[in-house]
């Protein structure tokens, strides 16, 4: 990041109003630079050493975001897309400045916990294969889900491209159905690995399908059940410096049955 940079710009980044509302702000005499009276919108500003105040409130700049978004179906994990709208399309006007990408990617008709960011490094530590980072999703599966797929996935299953996963850990919540009807599960599933389209594929493998699929915690971050498919937050100070701590080797408990 630049050392100094114009005042309108960081203003307009943060979310104070565009270029245009800035300069009227200075011309009223509303934005303060080191307790002076700012005469230009455009002047030169240290954002991190210069203590900027707009209407008597002081300025609190960050260059980084983090954002917890309960993904809802039909909106695509990308930044861009020519044919769907994105998860990014989802953020209010003032987070653009930012170029917040997603963290990983979730199907289109998968919903739950995606982090949009635009600090690269957390972005690349979380999705880096060697990390494993934990991941868990809740679905709703065809079929009866028993003691014996938990076995399975905990050992690894091969998946259709011939794929071995790493042991997983499955919890049923619970099981619907009678002899007439198929049955439904509904399940937990902690993988270690982010391998495309993976839960729905290691159902697949035990001959089961999942009908509907929600992320619910990645490296420790919960979704917060306060937030319908749709809306977001963002990460409390807590929450970001728990996910930094990927970084110093943080692993996770999946018992590795493999031999
Ligand atoms: N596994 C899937 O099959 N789909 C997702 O969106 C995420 C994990």
């Known amino acids: ?27 009223a005499g509303s934005i303060h630079v080191n307790g002076k009276t700012a005469g230009d919108s455009g002047m030169q500003v240290n954002p991190l050493m210069d203590e900027i105040r707009v209407r008597d409130e ?17 909106v695509v994990s990308a930044t861009e897309d020519l044919r769907d709208s994105t998860v990014i399309d989802l953020l209010d006007e003032r987070y653009a400045a930012f170029n917040a990408f997603p963290v990983g990617r979730l199907d289109k008709d998968t919903e739950g916990l995606l982090l949009l960011t635009n600090d690269g490094k957390l972005a690349h530590m979380l999705l880096s294969p060697r990390r494993h980072v934990p991941k868990t999703y809740y679905a709703k599966v065809l079929g009866k889900v028993t003691d014996r797929e938990a076995a ?82 963002e990460l409390t100070e807590t929450e970001i410096n728990m996910l930094k701590e990927w970084e110093n080797g943080k692993r996770i408990e999946i018992q590795d049955d493999r031999p």
Do not use: C, W
């Not at 990041?1 to 245009?20: A, C, E, F, N, P």
């Not at 260059?63 to 809802?72: A, Q, S, T, V």
């Open 1 to 27: 990041m630049k050392k100094t940079q114009r005042l309108d710009k960081i203003l307009v980044h943060l979310g104070y109003g565009t270029r245009s509302e800035i300069k009227k702000l200075v011309r």
């Open 58 to 74: 002081t300025v609190y700049f960050r260059e980084f975001i983090y954002i917890m978004l309960n993904k809802p179906q039909g």
């Open 152 to 233: 399975s996935f905990r050992q690894g299953v091969v998946l259709d491209d011939g794929y071995e996963t790493m042991p997983a850990e499955l919890r049923i919540l619970s099981v619907q159905g009678g002899e007439q009807e198929s049955f439904v599960s509904e399940i937990e599933l902690t993988i270690a690995e982010g391998k495309f389209h993976q839960v729905k594929r290691m159902f697949q493998a035990v001959g089961m399908q999942v009908v509907f699929l929600k992320r619910i915690s990645m490296g420790g971050l919960l979704l917060d059940d306060r937030l319908s498919p749709g809306e977001y937050r």
